[in-house]
């Protein structure tokens, strides 16, 4: 059974990083795509970045394109998400997913979530 454990979350001010990660294990981890989605209550599951399998391609939303990067360590099985110059409109529930095959923005695409960890960015 795959799981997926987030961590990295916290609160900081407007304008500092935080680097999210994400620990996989139950499947083998370098055949599987992996994306970051992020969740305001009431709102739909937004797409926030996306990784390859081997981590030569990646995708962003475009609205975030420039102060987030995604990245992985396959021998690790952890992905990552290292967010910059973060805005308070970023506060939210960030959660990873995997999937087979090559990634997508599209949430339902994902067949595994993590529990989510809460960032937030004070003004």
């Known amino acids: 059974q795959v799981q997926l454990v987030e961590s990295g979350g916290g609160l900081v001010q407007a304008g500092g990083s935080l680097r999210l990660s994400c620990a996989a294990s139950?499947?083998?981890?370098?055949?599987?795509?992996m994306g970051w989605f992020r969740q305001i209550p009431g709102k739909e599951r937004e797409f926030v970045a996306a990784i390859n399998w081997s981590g030569s391609s990646t995708y962003y939303a475009v609205s975030l394109k420039g102060r987030f990067t995604i990245s992985r360590d396959n021998a690790k099985n952890t992905v990552y998400l290292q967010m910059n110059s973060l805005k308070p409109e970023d506060t939210a529930v960030y959660y990873c997913?995997?999937?087979?095959?090559?990634?997508?923005?599209?949430?339902?695409?994902?067949?595994?979530w993590g529990q989510g960890t809460q960032v937030t960015v004070s003004s």
């Open positions: 997913a995997t999937k087979r095959g090559p990634y997508s923005d599209y949430a339902r695409a994902y067949n595994d």
């Open positions: 139950g499947h083998t981890f370098s055949n599987y795509a």
